[in-house]
């Protein structure tokens, strides 16, 4: 029986330690692609997966910031909990007479719902943003870094699409993309096709946080994330955030954008909840679990009132985004991110994030990164 603590499987991303860095990082590696294949390969991924996700989902890339007001609640806390915080500094102005206190983005999840709005989106219509962004609170192993670039994306919806069926035919044109991506790349870089690591399946798995813990009641998350993809290679898991059967949720999500409280119900006919969900496949390069997407159906004036009860941060409804989504004057939506360097890196079939995104790394991680042959970009 796993002892690891629950509790503590929830907080942050990441592995926890370089000893077991250094222990999951493949043996005898050797990248698919020279550094100027990667190059090309990551342009010509980025390009299709763009254009895809535009055309299957109805989508208009636009601009996103990359810093925000702080006093807007516009930027994201990722959790519950707010342990992760976001980077913040003032920008003196007018030698300090009009200052700005400014965040940089953790994802543009609330920004997006503004700028249907501000773009005049009908339901149907979306938007499609390369977002960057900086989390400091992850610990750097080999697919967490503390820049992220994200395809953050955001489409208004009808109050009748607020149901679990319209979220899953979203995810299915999600993964007709995602799985198009490895066709494509495929055909252009022939020699990424290898026969150790198996393609992407052509259809997900979706399936409930619930019904994962029924199956694995004495694992803790990440362990039953591990041990559903060796069932199904590639899951959708809806109902992220709402509190389990054990007394946890599979995962903290904050209160205020995905809906993770509504009453739902399985295909099998047991009560559930929540309408988001995460994309999670099998990594063969690092046998891992791999996260490739978090989205949802985001919430409404009642679910958002809802939702900050459960977390105790009412207090969060004095804010100009909770009080537009109250005030119900932000279109009802649904949306998600991708991430574009964990994407790349399993297409690419590379061993590290870093391969694939510049960024800061300490010398520890570079030192063990490069006795498995692995050289990430500076």
């Excluded at 020699?191 to 199956?215: G, M, N």
Aim: charged share 30%; hydrophobic share 40%.
């Amino acid at each position: 029986m796993i002892t690891l603590d629950k509790k503590a499987d929830l907080v942050g991303p990441g592995i926890g330690t370089y000893e077991e860095v250094e222990k999951i990082l493949p043996k005898n590696y050797r990248s698919l692609l020279n550094p100027k294949e990667t190059q090309r390969a990551i342009m010509a991924v980025k390009r299709f997966i763009e254009d895809q996700l535009c055309a299957e989902l109805n989508l208009m890339p636009v601009t996103v910031p990359l810093i925000v007001d702080r006093d807007s609640g516009v930027n994201d806390y990722l959790d519950r909990d707010g342990s992760r915080t976001p980077v913040e500094f003032v920008i003196n102005n007018d030698y300090g007479k009009n200052p700005v206190h400014a965040q940089v983005v953790q994802a543009a999840t609330k920004w997006k719902r503004m700028a249907l709005r501000e773009f005049n989106m009908k339901p149907g219509e979306g938007l499609l943003t390369d977002m960057r962004a900086i989390r400091k609170d992850y610990f750097l192993d080999h697919d967490h870094s503390a820049y992220v670039d994200q395809w953050d994306w955001e489409r208004a919806i009808t109050a009748d699409q607020r149901n679990l069926d319209f979220l899953t035919d979203v995810v299915r044109k999600l993964w007709k993309v995602i799985k198009g991506a490895e066709l494509f790349i495929h055909q252009e870089f022939p020699q990424l096709k290898d026969e150790r690591y198996p393609d992407l399946p052509e259809e997900l798995v979706f399936i409930h946080a619930e019904e994962i813990l029924e199956r694995y009641p004495d694992l803790p998350r990440k362990q039953r994330e591990t041990a559903i993809l060796q069932d199904y290679p590639a899951v959708f898991i809806y109902g992220i955030g709402w509190t389990l059967d054990d007394g946890y949720p599979h995962e903290m999500r904050a209160p205020d954008y995905d809906d993770w409280v509504t009453p739902t119900v399985s295909a099998k006919g047991q009560p559930m909840h929540g309408l988001n969900g995460d994309i999670l496949v099998w990594n063969p390069i690092t046998k891992r679990r791999h996260e490739l997407s978090s989205m949802g159906v985001r919430v409404n004036a009642e679910t958002l009132r809802q939702q900050l009860e459960i977390t105790g941060q009412l207090d969060f409804l004095k804010l100009p985004y909770h009080q537009a989504i109250i005030n119900k004057e932000l279109p009802l939506s649904i949306g998600g991110g991708i991430g574009q360097s964990r994407t790349i890196m399993l297409l690419l079939k590379k061993a590290h994030i870093g391969e694939v995104s510049v960024t800061v790394w300490p010398e520890r991680l570079k030192d063990i990164c490069r006795q498995h042959n692995i050289f990430v970009l500076e």
